[in-house]
């Protein structure tokens, strides 16, 4: 059983940074993958990041490429996802995943997530 835990949301200005932080209990490293999906309003939920398995294997959508960077401190059982010159758009109820048996290939498809935490709010002011 893993459970999730965000935190880290707020209300920013656009080229700012964020750090959202996802607590997790029951991952098993070398063998959880851990996400990070999004939805605006009005909008459905998307993938925004993940890493399978181990961190060095990281995935991101285009949006977010070269801007928002996963990682994760064992020591802690904490997963970041550091969000840098960010943009109106990136407004959004941020939510962390988690998966002991999912393939690379479905790490965008929300339904093939087994643990969600509740989400934290990140906004981003023009």
């Known amino acids: 059983q893993v459970q999730l835990v965000e935190s880290g949301g707020g209300t920013v200005q656009a080229g700012a940074a964020l750090r959202l932080s996802c607590a997790a209990a029951g991952l098993t490293s070398g063998r959880t993958s851990v996400a990070w999906f999004r939805q605006g309003p009005g909008r459905e939920r998307e993938f925004v990041a993940a890493?399978?398995?181990?961190?060095?294997?990281?995935y991101y959508s285009e949006s977010v490429k070269g801007r928002f960077t996963i990682s994760k401190d064992n020591a802690k059982n904490t997963v970041y996802l550091q969000m840098d010159n960010l943009k109106p758009e990136d407004t959004a109820v941020y939510y962390c995943?988690?998966?002991?048996?999912?393939?690379?290939?479905?790490?965008?498809?929300?339904?093939?997530?087994?643990?969600w935490g509740q989400g934290t709010q990140a906004t981003v002011s023009s």
């Open positions: 890493f399978h398995r181990t961190i060095s294997k990281q």
């Open positions: 995943a988690a998966s002991n048996s999912i393939i690379t290939s479905s790490l965008r498809i929300q339904s093939q997530w087994s643990y």
